[in-house]
């Protein structure tokens, strides 16, 4: 029986196969399902700080509307100081969600302001959390800002988010970075124990008929696997933090094309929303299958073994375009 | 121990006493007493437990006439039970009032007091509605401040326990149910020592009870009621007795003492006056004031009204006295005195001491102002050798010459009192701000504070004024801080200037705070000259601060509140500096720490960069502007405007003497146009180049403010450069026509709504469209000019338009314009498109609500007429009976139409058969067939005109009649759900041809955003703050019922041409149509520009399904129910999660939301299955399936 186990973070984990961030955190019934069905993990759904504001401003806006402006109708909506937001109900399904499973719990979350990611990482590390993952991306439109001032601004960020918890902290970040592995050094050097590529985003598409911008994410497929099947491969034994694949994960050889590449664990959302829990179970057998026909003994034996630094060929990884190669030559003595 | 104080209002100071005493609250809502029912709810949703620990369980009725069935019923079966009401309200529970007494039953209603709709609807207070039931048997107690509210809330309860008598306990509405005083608080400890727990046992025990039955509400003959209704009599005896020992006991618990009857003044007093309620502090303040100059007056303050204590009453009385002023704060037209004043002489008569001579006098009706100088007035007149009795003072009477001279500069305000006026802009946060302000002052410092604050007429671009005063002594004086009072007056909108005359309060040596784009260096030249010149003959202190920019800078958007509070704090100085502000940050905290941390984030930041911002202004020797204030009205304005309707939007309507006024509340219509209120920041600008004129722009206009004429291009001879135009592209005005779309940019209010619904999309910019919002000061000037030139080009003949299509029914003048609803309003596109439609022959009955507010409340009204001067003729009853009012106004029609036809054919001979028969078989169905008939009717009336015959005479008067008229029904849920619903549902079953619009936005809108049957499952309003838990009552169907009512359900949002089309035959069915129309409304809480789109989420997704039923289809063997909104595409909370008031509810109770969202979907499948299977039907009776 091939061992399966893997850790990430320092956690401790049965197999690599770990939900990544996605709504499906959102009902603990959810999550114990997933449990049952072989997940190692569970990334939870992000805490954005972004809409923690909006849904606060909005509320205050609405609240505010009309009121003490006319006679016989001091407000228009009842208040009372019941109606309230607060990152409360995110802390109480971390802490609902460590009560009802024993795998990890990993919070998730998305700051904007500075006070705001520090005293977030500290309630979500108060309320349980095995592990925060934190959800960085940006989309520099400005014209003045340059690559550099925005990886400096996130490393800083990641220095001062490890400062202020003791549980382990990753960082999921985006593939836009001029130079990923330098950008990705910086990160684990800043504290982060591991780094999570990547992170999707939405696009936003034209709708012709109306003229107006719409916005959908798509689910990902297996052919998005290769993304960060390249860099991961690239920096494995590279960068001092566990690498953690997401996106494109649907299958067994999806996952042991991400250990292979040197991925701690192979983190997947698309395939569990949209096939369910039941998704897990197959992936997983298969996964012991193919371990137990090429007589694998353990996980750990294929983490990084097709990395770069492994292959035979570590120019594959740096090709970014079709090359016609006849055959390859070499120095002889 | 120190005695906890607080600041809260009066109906916050009784609610407080009244949730604490009883088990059962039936409430309703009812401006100024709705407060009370609202904190009541509050109170229970959120757990608190009433003084035995248990909650009170708080239920809201229909009206207040099955508030006041259900509190009998509660009491009947031995709940210790009330209700809140004013006004109207109050004449409704007058049959169970008298049930209740009847039956000698325990319990408080409490009353924040207000005028009864007369010549015209008021919200203001005075005792008409308490004196319309001083009859029924009920005790009335009056209160005449925030702490007797509070305290005598208590003393009634204890006194109805014991005495069995219902006690009845008012207060001033507004006056004192809305000023915020610094009171003591009654505790739990204090209520347990004074309320008998005994007397309610008892009170529990003579309930109703299966095991010891009773019979209570007997038939009885002329044998024995009378004898009966004697009976009572030792209880009312007993009642004056026992609620003086009940004022005891409570002076013991708390050490406020009262009595039935409270004297104040000197010992030796000759002239006294007797008031009560709020008036009655304002007589006892001024003789106190008056006495300790040595003159003999006194004031007899009357707590206990009914039963009418003769004894008490004449034991208050020093022996000294010689006259007597009775004043009332209500009107008996008709009557040989008004109550109080009949109560007096009689109890003088009936104490022989009749040798002391009284008058009587009315004073404070709708709140009006009763100040110091006016007792003074009253006290004058009595040492006049004859005095005036039936006398008002307050008014200038020119007419019956009842009024009192009043001589404004007698004031009594002590020195030590600091007085402070703002003037603020109803969304900018200024009322909200000085409530906090104002609670600081009163719990923070040792300062006694009062804060009333008062509001202008319209819903959006609302002035506010907000009047503080506080100093070491208890602050009595209910009444405005009056002109040269004030130490502080602060502007927080700097466009105020050029039309408020603010500084008239200002006393020498004040304070002035502006909030002002311009910086201390530049402000002075940007002020009138008026401004200008009170500054520097008052000799004031002038601060700036650029509120804007701060309110920019930290998020507040347009809200001043925080910033302008800060400023006054800082330069006032009540409390040091750090003080304050540590201060204002903790009540930011508790007022908006529930919202999150960047609500209170930003209300931090904006205090703190309140003081880097805050300057004061050297102020120069000169005057120096050229500007001018403007005047409220333009000098082209009809007299009646000019000099009533400006004065009162100048806010000098309390000098207009009687004399200027209608008799009968007639008022002309179209005044709105005169009033120019300049709201809106931003306009609609026309793009002409690229505009299809389909007209949907000026359709969703709520405030009629952006229009489209198609006219003869000729006349663009006279056009200014900037009017801009286009060649029709319209098929039946092509050749020769141009077309324009023009905005009133006085009148617009911003609300985007136009920009919203253009479907043009500039193809080199897809975010233009063919109007887009443009700042509106640079535009202002030359928009005017051009709307005005706009406005001059003749209407095309209503004839030539066919109105079926949007674009050409937009063609058709709106009649109701420039109204004051809130800017985006979702009724009033259907109103105004009524009035394009029918509007030059429409009858208007519309029920009290926002609708009855924006369409009839003064200075000016949007009803508007025609070039011809037609319009909608409109009145306005009730809120309950706006149906039957609809009613009669059609059987008038069809009366006069049938009499009118019957004289007509008796002149068959003199005006020829074929005239008489074109008259009475006139086809009428089209603008055409209508303008024909009246010309008939003008050629009629003509030659009639030279007949002396009485029928004749007769004819011409009725004549018009035979020109069709449209009756419409117009009203809110609250209404035709809920109040109005009996008779809704009557007028509907006559068959009469009625059209009633049903403006339904699923809240009474106008008191505040209560719960109706219209309230929709799952979200959250005012008297259901856990969330509705059942469906919203389904009208259009409980209609459709009857086969012969038309009905249809719209949403102009989702389908404008629905809309249009279910007006239309609406209109055209002879018979009663109901229109129930989908309107968006500011309590739904989220942005009204985005109601469009609302609209179509709430179709596609099953909550508004649209359709039509039409019986004339029946009869045609067509099935009549049309449902043209397809199968629900979305979920319910697609919809349902745009809206604050569904999203709350996640954020109270995020299980029961999912629960009752759930629930909300199924309602929509069901609803939508039903309506299926219905339409479905066939209704061809030969076919076989």
Known sequence: ?333 | MKKPVIMIDGNEATASVAHRLNEVIAIYPITPSSNMGEFADEWSAKGKKNLWGTIPLVVEMQSEGGAAGAVHGALQTGALTTTFTASQGLLLMIPNMYKIAGELTSTVFHVAARSIAAHALSIYGDHQDVMAVRQTGWALLSSGSVQEAHDFAAIAQMSTLKSRVPFLHFFDGFRTSHEVNKIYQITDEDLRSLVDDELIRAHRARGLNPNTPVLRGSAQNPDVYFQMREAVNKYYAATPAITQEAMDKFAKVTGRHYNLFDYYGHPEAERVVVAMGSGGETVEETVKYLAAKGEKVGAVRVRLYRPFPVEHFLKALPKSVKSIAALDRTKEPGASGEPLYLDVVNALVEGQRSNIKVIGGRYGLSSKEFTPAMVKAVLDEMSKPEPKNHFTVGIHDDVSHTSLEVDPSFQIEDEGTVSCVFFGLGSDGTVGANKNSIKIIGEETDNFAQGYFYYDSKKSGTVTMSHLRFGPKPIRAPYLIELNQANFVACHQFTFLERVNMLKYAKTGATFLLNSLYGPDEVWEQLPVEVQKDIIEKKLKFFVINGYDVAEKTGMGGRMNTIMQTAFFAISGILPREAAIAEIKHAIEKSYGKRGEAVVRKNFEAVDSTLENLYEVKVPAEITSKMTRRQPVPSEAPKFVREVLGEIIGANGDTIPVSAFPVDGTFPTGTTQWEKRNIALEIPVWDENICIQCGKCVMVCPHAVIRHKVYDEKLLADASESFKHMPSKFKEFSQGYAYTVQVAPEDCTGCTLCVEICPVKDKTQVGRKAINMEPQPPLREQEAKNWDFFMQIPDLDRKLINPSTIKNSQLLRPLFEFSGACAGCGETPYVKLVSQLFGDRAVIANATGCSSIYGGNLPTTPWAVDSKGRGPAWSNSLFEDNAEFGLGMRLTIDKQVEYARELLTGFEKELGREFVSALLNAEQSDDAGIEAQRERVAELKEKLGRSSDARARDLIGLADNLVKKSVWIIGGDGWAYDIGYGGLDHVMASGRNVNILVLDTEVYSNTGGQASKATPRAAVAKFAMGGKGLPKKDLGLIAMSYGYVYVARVAMGANDQQTLRAMLEAESYDGPSLIIAYSPCIAHGYDMARSLDQAKLAVQSGHWPMYRYDPRLAGQGQNPLIIESKEPSIPISQYAYNETRYKMLTQLDEARAEELMREAQQDAKSRWTLYQQMAAMHYNGDKKE
């Open chain 1, 1 to 333: 029986m091939p061992d399966l186990s893997t850790t990430y973070l320092g956690l401790k984990l049965k197999n690599p196969l770990v939900a990544s961030a996605s709504p499906l955190s959102k009902k603990v019934e959810r999550a114990r399902k997933l449990e049952e069905a072989g997940i190692a993990a569970i990334v939870m759904y992000s805490l954005f700080e972004e809409q923690i504001i909006h849904e606060s401003l909005e509320l205050d806006h609405f609240l505010n509307r009309g009121s003490e402006s006319y006679a016989e109708a001091m407000s228009y909506l009842p208040d009372g100081g019941l109606y309230g937001i607060s990152p409360e109900k995110y802390l109480n399904q971390v802490a609902g969600l460590k009560k009802a499973v024993n795998i990890p719990v990993i919070g998730s979350l998305n700051g904007v302001s500075k006070g705001g990611w520090t005293s977030y990482a500290r309630k979500i590390e108060e309320a349980g959390a095995d592990a925060l993952e934190l959800n960085m991306y940006y989309i520099a439109t400005d014209m003045d800002i340059t690559s550099g001032d925005i990886e400096d601004t996130q490393v800083e960020l990641v220095a001062e988010v490890k400062s202020a918890i003791k549980i382990p902290l990753a960082v999921k970040i985006s593939p836009f970075v001029t130079s990923l592995p330098n950008f990705a050094r910086r990160l684990a050097e800043a504290g982060a124990d591991g780094l999570v590529l990547f992170n999707r985003f939405y696009q936003p598409d034209f709708d012709l008929d109306e003229l107006e911008i719409v916005h959908s994410l798509d689910l990902s497929t297996s052919a998005d696997l290769r993304l960060p099947l390249r860099w991961i491969s690239i920096l494995h034994g590279k960068v001092n933090a566990d690498l953690a694949l997401t996106s494109g994960v649907h299958t067994h050889k999806d996952v042991l094309k991400a250990m292979m590449a040197g991925a701690k664990v192979a983190m997947t959302a698309s395939n569990l929303l949209h096939n369910g829990e039941q998704a897990i179970g197959p992936i997983l057998n298969e996964l012991e299958e193919w371990m137990k026909e090429r007589e694998y003994e353990s996980i750990g034996q294929m983490q990084g073994s097709m990395s770069q630094t492994s292959v035979k060929e570590p120019a594959a990884f740096e090709r970014a375009n079709y090359m016609k190669v006849l055959g390859s030559y070499r120095d002889l003595p």
